[in-house]
């Protein structure tokens, strides 16, 4: 069985397990209201009319139980879920966590850095900030409701005695529970567990109640105890449910993390790494960790945290020899020296179609992202994009006008809005920031979110303003400028909560006008003589009826901004196949030009779709096209 094989059956046991987790969420509904049903049963019989055939049914009856502990359960799933609204931030700073500021990061903790940087270049995924648990245990997590907002969490022991392949290979595990939403399933079904528990509280507080109640003198008896049955019918049916809803959770958690053993390895094409890493954990005499917080929070883990009555993980044992059996994939090509790969050897051999849960990332993607990293960015560049303030400096570079009566105006407004100190900088990285290859634009753009998100709320607003005045120097906005505005909005504002997620269940078909807009400004962007082939290629693949290229002024930013408010609201599947349609079109010509790879990665932004930032990668993702570097 190769991991494809591997990452199918795990979606499968996950999928039979959350119907099972819904199905028990009825039971409890079921069983509170049995307990009424034979209260009703015998008051029919010993009533003056004939019981009916089936005595214990009222509807009436079961419909209000059904809307209370519908009622109840909501009540406790929501509390939970404010409860872990902080997001993935909230989760490393509970255990302890603190963040790995670059510039005081240690040797191991910079190696650290380095790897999830590599993962997250090669994924497409935001560059999580990045925490260390100080304890001597060898474990990770990844905690938060989305990509955008996720963290990751290492321990001390994980960063200082963990081999880099080793490390990368736990670095690609956390990054497989992001990619396909397993912080989101998790925090659900904790969620739903949480609401069941509400009604076990509830019939112990009635117990309590009915034990503090004083003895009744009537000669009808005393009420108490009817008010004790009713507690303990609630508590039984209230941990009876949260019981197997744990176990069923416990069931979901082991599942995913075998998906997510068998993903990693697929990233990065070394199961070597990562089953040395868990033979590493099952030599020790001991991986728990010290904080209490980690009990709570053990199905977050690479590896359990803390001794647990279920396991929230597969044996250790198991997961080494799922991955030292199953065949991986053959590796693809390496890129040529001039950094394009051969037509036809974008992909992978397995499987050439990224899944709808994520982004693949092909054999050897993140060596080459490596090498790429030191050979074409200068290296003051990458040093500045780590630190806060100089990182500011990079992305208003990024906006620079490359002629000095708007480059004039535009020092004034980095000098008027954020000081002589950040002016200065400017002019200090503006040599090497004109090193910078446009197609590697996107990624000093990626490397600088981390620093970027470090920001306080007032240094962010100062800089959006600064950075839109040097936009508007110009009198013109560009698209990489666009594209600017539309990576920070959703990276940086989104953490500040300016954005929301909002769930969208539109088909294609519905925003069919929309997407011929946006597919009509991809085309405009490449080869104009194979433009109306390109949208008709796109169109197909969406299964929408051909029309005619849109004109280049009805394919404006502005419009294709519009387009894309409207085509957010499409569901998953829907975005997926918009993204995948959208590649269709830019690879008609058999060349990514710079103006395709910006507003392909933007609309890829825009819709939540993992898409990757460096050129060869987004030759993988339209598929058999050659990166032309002359424009």
Not at 534 to 555: D, K, T, V
Request: net charge positive; aromatic share 4%; glycine share 8%.
């Amino acid at each position: 069985m190769n991991f494809f094989d591997h990452q199918d059956a795990a979606k499968r046991g996950t999928r039979r397990l959350v119907i099972l987790f819904t199905l028990s969420m009825l039971a409890v509904i079921v069983l509170l209201y049995v307990p009424l049903g034979m209260v009703i049963a015998s008051e029919a019989r010993q009533g003056p009319y004939v019981p009916s055939a089936t005595p214990w049914w009222n509807p009436g009856a079961f419909a209000t139980v059904a809307l209370g502990a519908s009622a109840l359960i909501l009540l406790g799933a929501g509390v939970k879920r404010i409860q872990l609204s902080g997001g993935g931030k909230a989760v490393a700073e509970s255990l302890g966590g603190r963040w790995i500021q670059p510039a005081g990061a240690s040797p191991s903790e910079r190696r650290l850095l380095d790897v999830v940087e590599e993962m997250s270049i090669a994924s497409g995924m935001p560059v999580p900030p990045v925490y260390v648990m100080e304890d001597a245990s060898i474990n990770a997590f990844a905690a938060g409701r989305t990509p955008k907002d996720a963290v990751l969490g290492f321990t001390r022991g994980a960063i200082d005695r963990l081999t880099r392949d080793e490390l990368q290979g736990v670095v690609a595990h956390e990054f497989s529970h992001v990619a396909h939403g397993d912080m989101r399933l998790n925090l659900r079904l904790a969620c739903a567990v949480a609401g069941v528990m509400v009604i076990a509280l509830i019939g112990r507080g009635v117990l309590h109640a009915a034990a503090r109640m004083p003895a009744s003198r009537s000669r009808k008896g005393d009420g108490r105890a009817g008010i004790a049955i009713v507690g303990l019918v609630l508590l039984i049916v209230g941990g009876l449910g949260a019981l197997f809803g744990r176990l069923l959770q416990a069931a979901v958690s082991r599942q995913r993390e075998f998906l997510a053993d068998a993903s990693a390895a697929q990233y990065t094409r070394n199961p070597n790494g990562l089953a040395s890493a868990l033979r590493r954990i099952a030599g020790l005499p001991d991986n728990r960790m010290e904080s209490e917080a980690a009990s709570g929070l053990n199905h977050f883990f690479f590896t359990s945290a803390a001794n647990a009555w279920l396991a929230s993980h597969p044996p250790i044992a198991e997961r080494i020899r799922r991955l030292e059996n199953a065949a991986v994939a053959p590796a693809m090509p390496q890129a040529t020296a001039s950094g394009t790969l051969p037509v036809g050897a974008a992909g992978l051999a397995a499987d050439p179609t990224p899944s709808a849960q994520g982004a693949v990332i092909p054999p050897a993607v993140v060596d080459s992202v490596r090498q790429l990293l030191r050979r074409d960015l200068p290296q003051p560049v990458l040093k500045a994009c780590q630190e806060p303030f100089d990182a500011q400096a990079v992305v208003l570079l990024l906006a620079w006008s490359s002629q000095e009566e708007p480059r004039e105006r535009q020092r004034q407004a980095v000098l008027s809005g954020l000081g002589p100190a950040m002016a200065s900088t400017v002019t200090r990285l503006r040599p090497a920031m004109e090193r910078v290859n446009a197609s590697l634009q996107l990624v000093v753009l990626d490397l600088c979110m981390p620093a970027m998100q470090q920001l306080s709320l007032p240094q962010y607003q100062a800089f959006r303003s600064t950075l839109t005045n040097v936009i508007l120097a110009d009198g013109r906005v560009t698209l990489l400028e666009w594209t600017l505005r539309s990576v920070l909005g959703r990276r940086v504002e989104g953490r500040f909560g300016a954005l929301r997620d909002r769930p969208g269940s539109a088909s294609i078909a519905s925003r069919a006008r929309d997407a011929w807009v946006l597919l009509s400004a991809l085309a405009h962007a490449g080869a104009a003589d194979r433009a109306t082939a390109a949208l008709a290629r796109g169109l197909s693949h969406l299964e929408l009826p051909a029309q005619p290229l849109a004109a280049a002024e009805a394919c404006s930013l502005q419009a294709v901004d519009a387009a894309l408010e409207n085509l957010a609201r499409l569901c998953e599947t829907g975005r997926h196949r918009l993204v995948d349609a959208a590649s269709e079109v830019v690879s008609e010509d058999g060349q990514l030009h710079p103006r395709e790879a910006l507003l392909l990665r933007a609309i890829a932004d825009r819709l939540d779709v993992l898409m990757p930032s460096t050129p060869e990668l987004l030759e993988r993702d339209a598929p058999g096209v050659a990166l032309d570097r002359s424009r």
